[in-house]
């Protein structure tokens, strides 16, 4: 069944809500990716990486994604030029999820520290249905003989998703995307990229290297 699911950063200033989601109506993962942890690494150690560095994440349309209140605290990082929108709440660091460049695309991988489960009182695995998969593993951090993971990401998966994204492009989700402005279609935040010292650091933390 779909539900609506409320979203909120950990402050309470970022408010919105999901509508009708349900684990028919997107891809649920946990991803490994050194970017995605790079993400969780800059926002700080808030508890967005689980012990392997993995972000639990719902792969949605952008479209059925709303912010009710503090959109002024939306902030959007990307890791490289080229890299994808990574968006947070600036008041506290909270991520909310990753989108492509450009809105053309209509693809959110939302993040599990914004959805408000308890005021839900549903669990995540209610909600959303269970992890489907675990991707990118080669990059998870410590023991990996115990992880029930994919190095990569299974192909079968990729294509699911992109069915998924045709879907919602020519049902015209694209256009109604909280993450672009709706008449420019530019971000409707400047997204701030990184130099490549961040990014370095970033990737320091991951590996366990020492600081230069
Ligand atoms: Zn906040
Ligand atoms: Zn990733």
Redesign the pocket.
Same mark, same amino acid.
């Given at each position: 069944m779909a539900n609506d699911l409320p979203i909120r950063c950990r402050c309470g200033n970022l408010r919105g809500r999901a509508q009708g989601v349900s684990g028919e109506r997107g891809n649920r993962i946990v991803?490994?990716? &050194? &970017?995605?942890?790079a $993400?969780g690494d800059f926002l700080g150690p808030d508890g967005v990486l689980d012990t392997h560095g993995g972000?639990d994440?719902f792969q949605m349309s952008p479209a059925r994604l709303e912010f009710t209140r503090g959109l002024d605290q939306l902030a959007c990082l990307r890791l490289t030029s080229k890299g994808m929108l990574r968006w947070y709440a600036a008041c506290c660091k909270t991520p909310i999820g990753?989108t492509m460049a450009t809105r053309q695309i209509p693809f959110v991988?939302l993040i599990h520290a914004c959805v408000d489960h308890e005021a839900d009182g549903r669990s995540r695995d209610e909600a959303l249905g269970p992890v489907r998969a675990g991707?990118?593993a080669r $990059?998870a951090r410590g023991d990996r003989t115990q992880l029930d993971a994919h190095d990569r990401a299974p192909l079968s998966m990729g294509l699911g998703i992109l069915g998924r994204l045709v879907a919602a492009r020519l049902r015209g989700d694209h256009a109604a995307s909280p993450f672009f402005d709706r008449g420019t279609g530019e971000p409707v935040a400047v997204p701030l990229v990184l130099s490549e010292d961040e990014r370095r650091g970033l990737e320091n933390v991951r590996t366990g290297a020492p600081a230069p």
């Open positions: 991803c490994y990716c &050194d &970017d995605c942890q $993400f972000t994440i990753n991988g991707v990118n $990059f």
